[in-house]
């Protein structure tokens, strides 16, 4: 009789945020249901961030957010925990409508320990993608870690509550040293709620 081999559990960020109510509920609320339905599913939630009020991204595209983040364990690959939130945002009547528009729920995989996918030169490729080209352009295979991940406050700040020391495999920094290397003006819109 054999052993059964242990898979070692491999940690993730997932980025949270919603800027419309649903079913009568306000996005925090939202969110907090959202994070439930993670656990609900196999997710092992290890920290959860604050809930952070956000301006809308990009500006004038609809009413703020609420933002969070949840570092998690899990023994799935990357891709079947991205299948995973995908469900969950439709459970949440999340509509793909247009890019970076408003939404009942927003779960973006954000890392995944130190892997870096598909391959160096497809990240790359994403994360020098100029800003006019990536309103228009998605990938259609899953990118990490998020290629707009070091630009954006709405994630990086959340992010700083549950894994400030996670290195970014490419840019070589942390999170406390990209988030100290934003514009203070857009860590200042991150306000905690």
């Not at 940690?11 to 419309?20: D, F, H, S, T």
């Amino acid at each position: 009789m054999g052993f059964e081999v242990d898979k070692s559990l491999s940690k993730a960020v997932i980025a949270l945020g919603a800027n419309l109510s649903l079913r009568g509920n306000g996005p925090k609320v939202t969110l907090e249901q959202s994070l439930a339905a993670m656990a609900e599913a196999g997710l092992v939630i290890r920290a959860t961030s604050r809930f952070f009020a956000t301006p809308c991204f990009p500006a004038g595209a609809g009413p703020d957010y609420v933002n969070a983040a949840v570092l998690i364990e899990s023994d799935l690959e990357p891709r079947g925990v991205l299948d995973l939130l995908h469900r969950i945002e439709h459970d949440f009547e999340r509509a793909r409508e247009q890019r970076w528009g408003m939404r009942t729920l927003d779960l973006d995989l954000i890392c995944w320990d130190d892997l870096v996918l598909p391959d160096g030169a497809e990240y790359h490729r994403w994360l020098t993608l100029p800003p006019e080209e990536q309103v228009n352009s998605a990938p259609e295979q899953l990118i990490l870690p998020h290629p707009r991940l070091q630009d954006r406050a709405f994630v990086l700040v959340p992010m700083a509550d549950v894994a400030p020391d996670w290195r970014h495999p490419v840019l070589g920094r942390t999170v406390t040293q990209m988030v100290a290397a934003l514009p203070s003006g857009d860590v200042a819109e991150v306000t905690p709620l």
